[in-house]
């Protein structure tokens, strides 16, 4: 079965300083991809950054970066430089396919607030 | 732009009530997604659907069904409304490709009185 754990309900981050949001999931698919969105209080879901299965690198969008490691199962969000309109909830997810079905699933979310 | 439109922002049903949720989408997506959003456990997969007529259970589809006749319209039905199934509904869709991102609906902010 697949599962994404998000362990931290919360995090605070000074303005302009990084921070990281933890991210371990379980598969047994042999591809998947990795996922970050954001939501802020408006409700709406933004797309941040993607990381394939066998991909080589980790993933970097402008300020977001995902820190992959495979083996131990881990895609943690990296964002550099916090500024205060990174205050939102934050959802890691994960899209596997077994045989023709294609499931995506969610993670309980992280809520980060950027202070001054 | 890819539009996944949800027929209603806010619901009010009561209790015992069938309640239908439409989700329509304009960008010819073979798969679809129902979620639930509650405080504290993030976006909990319902069903999701691969193909016209096709669905597959998601982790929390007791008290739910769907039904996806057209390629563009996927529907969540709640047969007799409960008081727990008061929630923020979202639908999505999804190109095929692994790294295709998903597109969501604005949501329906479900209340069952």
């Known amino acids: 079965a697949q599962k994404i754990t998000q362990t931290q309900p919360g995090m605070f981050v000074q303005e302009k300083e990084a921070v990281t949001l933890d991210c371990t999931y379980d598969?047994?698919?042999?591809?998947?991809?990795l996922f970050w969105y954001k939501q802020p209080s408006s409700g709406e879901m933004i797309f941040l950054i993607y990381?394939?299965?066998?991909?080589?690198q980790n993933a970097t969008e402008g300020r977001y970066s995902l820190n992959f490691q495979k083996a131990r199962k881990s895609a943690n969000l990296v964002i550099s430089a916090s500024q205060l309109g990174d205050s939102a909830m934050y959802f890691c997810?994960?899209?596997?396919?077994?045989?023709?079905?294609?499931?995506?699933?969610f993670g309980t979310g992280t809520r980060l607030q950027v202070f001054p | 732009d890819v539009k996944v439109t949800q027929s209603s922002r806010y619901l009010v049903k009561r209790t015992g009530e069938k309640v239908f949720l439409e989700c329509v989408q304009d960008?010819?997506?073979?798969?679809m997604f129902w979620y639930r959003q509650d405080p504290g456990l993030g976006l909990r997969l319902i069903y999701f659907?691969?193909?016209?007529?096709?669905?597959e259970k998601g982790d929390i589809p007791e008290g739910y069904s769907v039904s996806r006749e057209k390629k563009e319209r996927f529907s969540l039905i709640l047969e007799s409304a409960s008081t727990n199934q008061t929630s923020m509904y979202l639908c999505?869709?999804?190109?095929?490709?692994?790294?295709?991102?998903?597109?969501f609906g604005s949501g329906t902010q479900l209340s069952v009185l």
């Open positions: 997810a994960m899209r596997g396919r077994t045989y023709n079905t294609d499931k995506l699933i």
């Open positions: 598969t047994s698919d042999p591809s998947y991809g």
């Open positions: 990381q394939g299965s066998y991909d080589q």
């Open positions: 960008m010819d997506h073979e798969n």
């Open positions: 659907s691969y193909d016209v007529k096709m669905k």
């Open positions: 999505a869709s999804v190109a095929p490709g692994m790294g295709e991102k998903l597109f």
